[in-house]
């Protein structure tokens, strides 16, 4: 059993989805978090607080999963990441587990 957890910008999210059900990971949870690169001017400019640094919309993705799958799926994101044609691509690690009940 391992720990797999991917984090992209929210956009890409539908993309996602068809990538875990083409791996056949089928159980995972999600959460929506604020991505950061390097200070970004026009978003700190759009904030309410212009002291105030927001970040980008993404979503993290991570699923208790057996290797097979995940080969798979780091193989599916790598094919996505090479056609994309932005600067955001899609992250993935995976996280060796020790114990789990």
Same mark, same amino acid.
């Given at each position: 059993?391992?720990?797999?957890? %991917? ?10 989805? $068809? %990538?875990? $059900? ?14 950061? @690169?390097?200070?970004? @001017? ?10 105030? @640094? ?28 090479? $056609? ?7 992250? %993935? ?5 020790? @114990?789990?009940?």
């Amino acid at each position: 059993m391992k720990l797999l957890i %991917l984090t992209s910008v929210a956009e890409f999210q539908e993309e996602i989805l $068809k %990538l875990f $059900k083409t791996a056949k990971i089928e159980a995972f949870s999600r959460s929506e978090i604020d991505g950061y @690169k390097k200070s970004n @001017k026009l978003i700190a400019t759009l904030s309410w607080f212009p002291g105030e @640094k927001g970040g980008n919309e993404s979503l993290m993705f991570f699923s208790f999963t057996e290797k097979e799958k995940i080969d798979l799926l780091f193989n599916l994101v790598s094919e996505f990441n090479e $056609k994309m044609e932005t600067n955001n691509p899609i992250r %993935l690690a995976v996280v060796n587990i020790e @114990k789990y009940i």
